[in-house]
């Protein structure tokens, strides 16, 4: 089994780790979002009553609001046609929560927190500025922070594979800009010699220095590692927190 080291703590500048999640709740998008299938309200059973809190009557199952439902297949359908994209699926997940009523306490009522997840592989060969667009397409289309990307280039010549993770960052105008230049960056460090995995996050503020960046290097030699820092300083991900472990599991 081939040993994998990754960049030292010590030889690299570190920032504070953000991390960022959401979710979307009927209760939160004051139904803007959902549709709970809820119908008019009821009288609040007796505070007093034997046995705890009542459930909530039995209601259909809840759905993403049409008109979000529609927005999110119109970005996946523009990504689909986007050049240099292999492959891109979308699923909506719903974890409901159930709790007790804020306005009745003897009553319990079920709240849902919807996600929706899209996965795009591009073509190896993709461009920087093809893979940047696929995020800016989608943000044009999407008004929801419940939206999840995974966008992968696969290896090809010359080049590993990178993995980017956009969190929640869908309620925004994603500049091109910005997103060619992670793109970018991680085509740059895809090529670097030594450096044998990349995965990168951005969180919901789409601030890319309070995303993260984990990359794995082939050998602990500090100069290897002098090397592939100054080539991470001249990217996107100069002041982004970077994270690994070396190969024998200790921590750097």
Not at 80 to 88: D, E, L, M, Y
Not at 125 to 154: F, Q
Not at 164 to 179: C, E, G, K, L, N
Not at 202 to 219: E, F, K, N, Q
Request: aromatic residues 2%; charged residues 15%; negative net charge.
């Amino acid at each position: 089994m081939r040993v994998q080291t990754v960049l030292s703590a010590a030889a690299l500048a570190l920032v504070a780790a953000v991390t960022i999640t959401g979710c979307s709740s009927a209760r939160d998008l004051a139904g803007d979002l959902l549709h709970d299938g809820g119908g008019a309200s009821r009288p609040c059973p007796s505070d007093d009553t034997e046995g705890g809190p009542v459930p909530d009557a039995p209601s259909a199952s809840a759905t993403l609001d049409p008109t979000v439902a529609r927005e999110v297949q119109t970005a996946l359908r523009a990504v689909q046609r986007s050049p240099g994209v292999r492959t891109a699926t979308e699923s909506t997940t719903n974890t409901p929560s159930t709790g007790p009523d804020p306005t009745c306490a003897s009553r319990l009522v079920t709240t849902d927190h919807f996600r929706s997840a899209f996965t795009v592989v591009m073509e190896p060969s993709a461009t920087s500025s093809e893979a940047g667009a696929v995020p800016t397409e989608m943000a044009r289309e999407i008004a929801w922070t419940g939206v999840d990307l995974t966008l992968t280039v696969p290896a090809g010549t010359g080049h590993i594979a990178t993995v980017v993770h956009y969190d929640a960052t869908f309620d925004q105008r994603i500049p091109p800009a910005t997103s060619t230049a992670v793109a970018q960056g991680l085509a740059t460090l895809a090529a670097t010699p030594h450096v044998t995995g990349l995965e990168a996050t951005i969180p919901t503020t789409m601030r890319v220095d309070h995303g993260s960046l984990v990359i794995g290097v082939d050998t602990d030699d500090q100069t290897v590692l002098d090397a592939v820092h100054a080539v991470i300083d001249t990217t996107a991900f100069r002041a982004t927190t970077l994270h690994g472990s070396f190969g024998n599991g200790a921590k750097p």
